[in-house]
């Protein structure tokens, strides 16, 4: 996982829970304090969302290969010993 975002995803982030902080509770955050809001949450979350996306990739992966094991199986030819 990457330990960095990039400057323009760390802005983009900043505005938006500024605005969410605005809107929502009534409260205006300075950037200093809502990048270190971001940054500690990503710390904490950025290992868990990313683990959960390599489960999912599994998973998927995993179907498709049933999938594509089926397949193999159809295309067997058939023989005298009944395989």
């Known amino acids: 996982m990457a330990d ?3 400057r323009e995803q760390k802005e983009f982030l900043t505005h938006q829970v500024q605005r969410f902080f605005h809107e929502q509770r009534g409260e205006d955050l300075g950037n200093l304090e809502t990048e270190e809001m971001i ?9 868990i969302l ?3 996306g390599v489960q999912d990739c599994r998973k ?7 999938s594509l094991e089926d397949e193999l199986y159809v295309l067997e030819k058939p023989t005298a010993t009944g395989r």
């Open 4 to 6: 960095k975002m990039s």
């Open 39 to 47: 940054d500690f949450f990503w710390k904490q979350l950025g290992p």
């Open 50 to 52: 990313y683990n959960q």
């Open 60 to 66: 998927l992966m995993l179907e498709r290969f049933a």
